[in-house]
């Protein structure tokens, strides 16, 4: 009887030293508070959006959530599409002799995206 009391010390002991060392580890699991609502962690600027600006930009990952190759894919589609249009439109006011227009780069956080 002693012998198993023993075992079961022994056990519980364990046990606790390998909480604590996963507690060290990997942290209490404290979760970050949610977003304020109508608001996202993606970032775009306000006007000039251009080919790296989607392609840095992150969704939030969801269990229900979209693929994310095919998010991927079409950002890099997208991404390819604008840069396109601006190099054609930049042509375009050079031959014509027009200013290019200055382009702000303001983040929108506040916003939900459309």
């Not at 030293?17 to 580890?25: C, P, R």
């Not at 404290?30 to 609502?37: A, F, I, Y």
């Not at 290019?100 to 303001?106: A, D, F, I, L």
Request: aromatic content about 6%; hydrophobic content about 50%.
């Amino acid at each position: 009887m002693t012998l198993i009391l023993l075992y079961l010390a022994v056990l519980i002991l364990i046990g606790v030293v390998l909480f604590g060392v996963a507690s060290l580890i990997f942290g209490r699991g404290e979760e970050l508070p949610p977003l304020p609502r109508a608001t996202t962690a993606t970032v775009l600027p306000a006007s000039g959006v251009t080919g790296e600006d989607v392609d840095a930009v992150k969704f939030t990952q969801v269990l229900r959530g979209y693929k994310t190759s095919e998010v991927d894919w079409v950002l890099d589609r997208l991404g390819a599409e604008l840069d396109q249009l601006r190099g054609e439109l930049s042509a375009v006011r050079a031959a014509a002799g027009l200013d290019e227009p200055e382009v702000t780069h303001h983040a929108v956080v506040d916003e939900e995206p459309v």
